[in-house]
């Protein structure tokens, strides 16, 4: 085989079916090759997680701002499961009656 100075190495990477049509839909509806979808994507989550590292720096009490935030999201999810499960207690309970 004979190998072209500077070029981009092959690579082959096993994917799920579920996800090879996700880039194969991804990749037509950007009228890209697969390649360049997956390439872009990639390209794109180096810059996010660069982006994120900057934004801890400038905020180092992100993470824990975050935890918060998400045990808040938690807490209300609870409440609402539990009023509809009141509600249903309720219903149930004027069936009975």
């Given at each position: 085989?004979?190998?072209?100075p500077?070029?981009?190495?092959?690579?082959?990477?096993?994917?799920?079916?579920?996800l090879?049509q996700?880039?194969?839909?991804?990749?037509?509806?950007?009228?890209?090759?697969?390649?360049?979808?997956?390439?872009?994507?990639?390209?794109q989550?180096?810059?996010?997680?660069?982006?994120r590292?900057v934004?801890?720096?400038?905020?180092p009490d992100?993470?824990?701002r975050?935890e918060?935030?998400?045990?808040?999201?938690a807490?209300?999810?609870?409440?609402?499961r539990?009023?509809?499960?009141?509600?249903?207690?309720?219903?149930?309970?004027?069936?009975?009656?």
């Amino acid at each position: 085989m004979i190998r072209i100075p500077n070029a981009p190495p092959d690579m082959k990477i096993r994917l799920s079916a579920e996800l090879r049509q996700r880039i194969e839909t991804a990749a037509r509806n950007n009228n890209r090759t697969m390649n360049a979808e997956i390439g872009a994507r990639l390209e794109q989550s180096f810059r996010e997680k660069g982006r994120r590292a900057v934004s801890a720096v400038q905020s180092p009490d992100l993470e824990e701002r975050l935890e918060k935030l998400e045990g808040r999201v938690a807490d209300l999810v609870l409440d609402d499961r539990i009023d509809k499960i009141a509600n249903r207690l309720s219903a149930l309970e004027k069936r009975v009656k």
